[in-house]
């Protein structure tokens, strides 16, 4: 089972994530932290090559065998990670990474690109939206301070770097569904992505009946 959830920064990728993953009892894997680890990396100044990135089962991020998973999410490694995803040598190593755990485990994978480069063969593909307003008040919530505007205003310009670039643009995959979260509750949403991932489940099952009768 391979279940890919793409969107924008703060559309509520990690937390429906976390939520099919625990429901259909799936690894759920945090691509983002990845590369935040990553621009976390060339701010100490560790090279790229020097570099070990290793995600544990219990979804810690060590960088050089340090726990750096506290550490991910700051408004500064915003910028820095969609910046350090540019960058060709960088997506390729990781994308090879995350090919290798969603050929050892069933997972919930979530990011920019999964859908459209990491997993194309994918089982489930959902696109999550938001407006920049909408997310832009869910990250001030989730880091329990920040100005809205300017927040806004820097998941405005990360949308545009990330949709523009060069090597694997931020995009829904064609054959992904679209989940506007805008209006929604979680609740909701973890139900509609539900519903998704239960109806392919009983396809498969009605596929192998028919195929062994």
């Given amino acids: 089972m391979k279940i890919a959830i793409d969107g924008p920064a703060a559309s509520g990728k990690t937390s429906l994530g976390k939520a099919l993953a625990r429901e259909f009892r799936l690894r759920f894997v945090e691509t983002g932290k990845m590369y935040r680890a990553v621009a976390l990396g060339f701010e100490r100044g560790i090279q790229l090559a020097d570099m070990e990135i290793c995600v544990t089962e219990d979804e810690r991020f060590l960088l050089n065998g340090q726990d750096v998973t ?9 910028q820095k990670s969609s910046q350090v995803a540019v960058l ?5 190593r990781l994308v090879e990474l995350q090919r290798e755990i969603a050929n050892r485990h069933d997972v919930v994978m979530e990011g920019r690109d999964i859908g459209t480069v990491v997993l194309p063969d994918a089982d489930v593909k959902i696109f999550l939206m938001a407006t920049p307003h909408e997310r832009a008040s869910r990250r001030i919530q989730q880091r329990q301070s920040g100005d809205l505007d300017q927040v806004e205003q820097e998941i405005i310009v990360r949308d545009t770097r990330d949709s523009e670039r060069a090597v694997a643009p931020l995009k829904p995959a064609a054959d992904a569904t679209i989940i506007q ?15 998704l991932v239960r109806d392919l489940l009983e396809d498969v099952v009605w596929s192998a009946e028919n195929r062994d009768s």
């Avoid at 060709?88 to 390729?92: S, T």
């Fill in 70 to 78: 506290a550490q991910l999410h700051t408004s500064a490694l915003d």
């Fill in 88 to 92: 060709p040598e960088v997506r390729e």
């Fill in 181 to 195: 979260t805008s209006q929604k509750t979680l609740k909701e949403v973890i139900s509609e992505a539900s519903t």
